[in-house]
């Protein structure tokens, strides 16, 4: 059986229901931990490094969660990153925009915790938290003091868990997102990268705007928001990832905590989401010049093409081409534009 999350809904007046079990003890860092018990509970798999140094350790937890840590000896901070295996080019017909906008409203407030809370939470201890949402997944992340790690998987993991996706709040964002458009749209830089990724993509769903469009967000419904939200916010989608002065095990055994707190089920039978499956893309792209007229000082140039993909076994070759041609000030375009030509100021080149 798979992961479930809470059953939430609220009318207009922004009010929930949430039918998760109730929580439980919150977990504490001064709680005693068992390393070896916990190892048992979370089998460990060292992926790379030495007792000492920095060490890469994988665990995967009852309902599939993947949990993976770097221990990094003498730091003093940590950085905890959630990533849930959804991107915008995951949204079905009606839904473009919403993984974007779910990222925004999963900071306004949970069951648990209110948006002023959830921001206090980390200014409080002089930390930092932030979100990001990208063609192929969402990450919300945060760091702090390694002493503060726990609050932080605390809050982190109730915000994807637990969101209430306020009617209210929906209204109010969906403003704010269409002048994140706006600003977007005001920057020629951005404006040409993604003409060049729609011009190259087609209407292949890689080659949509991660945000979605004015249209989209303006038509995209709050029940819309809340069905990919319950579809892929699920521990089988779920990685957590941290790294810095940490204890794997005790990573472990707070993210298993605070899911099982906030109502997750997380039965030992659930395994990961497997990989994407690579198959060729069927690209109806539209190669030739594209251009975008604006009453700007310079001129913003993208050229490029389709490649390999990223499990191509070739990609290793492709990032020492990368770094050749546009990679750094020794490179061919930056000493040639720049360096001999004094054409421009930025040139560089890069693979996705």
């Known amino acids: 059986m798979a992961a479930q999350l809470p059953l939430i809904a609220a009318g207009s007046d922004g009010a929930s229901v949430n039918n998760a079990a109730p929580s439980g003890q919150r977990f504490s860092h001064s709680q005693s931990l068992d390393s070896q018990s916990l190892e048992q509970s979370f089998p460990v798999q060292l992926v790379s ?42 949204e079905a017909d009606g839904q473009h925009g919403s993984t974007h906008f779910l990222e925004h409203l999963l900071f306004k407030g949970t069951s648990r915790r209110t948006a002023l809370e959830i921001a206090s939470a980390f200014d409080e201890v ?30 982190i993991a109730d915000m994807v868990s ?21 600003m977007d749209g005001d920057d020629p830089t951005d ?21 979605g469009t004015p249209e989209a967000i303006l038509a995209v419904s709050r029940e819309s928001v809340l069905q990919h939200y319950r579809r892929f916010y699920r521990s089988e989608e779920l990685v957590v990832t941290a790294a810095g002065g940490l204890d794997h095990e005790a990573v472990c055994a707070q993210v298993f905590a605070a899911l099982q707190n906030a109502g997750w089920e997380l039965v030992p039978e659930a395994l990961p989401v497997p990989r994407r499956a690579v198959v060729p893309a069927s690209i109806t792209g539209q190669p030739g010049l594209h251009v975008v007229p604006r009453q700007v000082e310079q001129a913003n140039i993208v050229m490029g093409c389709p490649s390999i993909v990223a499990t191509d076994e070739r990609r290793s070759v492709m990032s020492v081409l990368n770094a050749v041609l546009g990679g750094g000030m020794s490179s061919r375009l930056f000493q040639e534009i720049r360096e001999k030509r004094g054409l421009v100021y930025s040139t560089y080149s890069f693979a996705s």
């Not at 993976?68 to 915008?88: D, E, H, K, N, Y």
């Not at 702090?144 to 726990?150: G, K, M, N, Q, T």
């Not at 637990?162 to 706006?182: N, Q």
Request: net charge negative; glycine share 12%.
């Open 191 to 211: 404006v040409a990268h993604e003409k060049f990724v729609a011009a190259v993509l087609g209407a292949h769903p890689l080659g949509r705007t991660i945000g």
């Open 162 to 182: 637990s969101a209430i996706l306020d009617a209210d709040e929906l209204e109010a964002e969906r403003d704010v997102i269409l002048e994140e458009i706006a």
């Open 49 to 90: 490094g030495e007792p000492g140094s920095a060490m890469v350790r994988r665990s995967v937890l009852p309902g599939g969660v993947r949990v993976l840590t770097q221990s990094m000896p003498g730091q003093r901070s940590a950085t905890i990153g959630f990533w849930v295996g959804v991107g915008s080019r995951d």
């Open 126 to 155: 002089g930390g930092e938290s932030n979100a990001a949402t990208a063609k192929e997944s969402t990450c919300y992340y945060a760091r702090v003091l390694d002493a503060d790690l726990p609050m932080a998987i605390d809050v």
